[in-house]
């Protein structure tokens, strides 16, 4: 967070979020020492030096902890820039294309800003099938929200609904390609958008 941008939050809100930070990054730490099993709400908080009340006020379980990122302020404003110059949507698949492609490689960007954070969140994932689950539900959300920005910025929702189908599907796609590297999930992602064709309106 920029020095100004830091002074526009609230003193409440810096604490809250310097709190809820060092739960998530207490978890990241205990889960990569000792395997999510063997790690207890218990030991979050103590690691974070925060109370168990403390831990549920941020997060209902250990398992959201692991997905405690929310990009959704971020997006709306990124499709808000690009929209005010950008191709109108309204029934139009490649205008909305042209949205979720970028919103979709710039939540990639995010994810895997953190190469060792990211690989940690995948292996968990993996070898565990209610966080594949839990992962599967977020994905689901993240569909959702992509229709509803789509939206809100004059997209007919069945053409919005279509566009986040596409633009989840080339997640995956991309996921399934190189997944395993965080270095190379956003061009992989990337390529699977460009065998749509072409995405330009």
Request: proline share 4%.
């Amino acid at each position: 967070m920029s020095e100004p941008a830091r002074h526009r939050v609230p003193l409440r809100e810096r604490k809250q979020q310097r709190a809820r930070q060092a739960i998530v990054e207490a978890a990241l730490a205990l889960f990569a020492e000792r395997g999510f099993d063997a790690v207890t709400v218990s030991d979050i908080a103590e690691r974070a030096e925060v109370g168990r009340s403390t831990f549920f006020r941020y997060f209902g379980d250990k398992q959201e902890v692991l997905f405690a990122d929310d990009h959704r302020a971020q997006l709306a404003e990124q499709l808000a820039v690009q929209a005010a110059t950008g191709p109108a949507i309204g029934d139009s698949l490649p205008a909305a294309l042209f949205y979720v492609r970028s919103l979709v490689l710039s939540t990639v960007e995010i994810i895997t800003s953190e190469p060792d954070g990211y690989e940690l969140h995948e292996r968990l994932v993996a070898q565990h099938p209610e966080l594949r689950a839990r992962s599967l539900s977020k994905h689901r959300a993240y569909a959702r929200t992509l229709v509803d920005l789509l939206v809100s910025h004059g997209a007919e929702r069945a053409t919005a609904t279509l566009a986040a189908e596409f633009g989840l599907a080339c997640y995956y796609a991309g996921h399934a390609a190189d997944g395993d590297d965080p270095r190379r999930l956003r061009g992989a992602v990337d390529a699977a958008f460009a065998r749509l064709g072409s995405l330009r309106p």
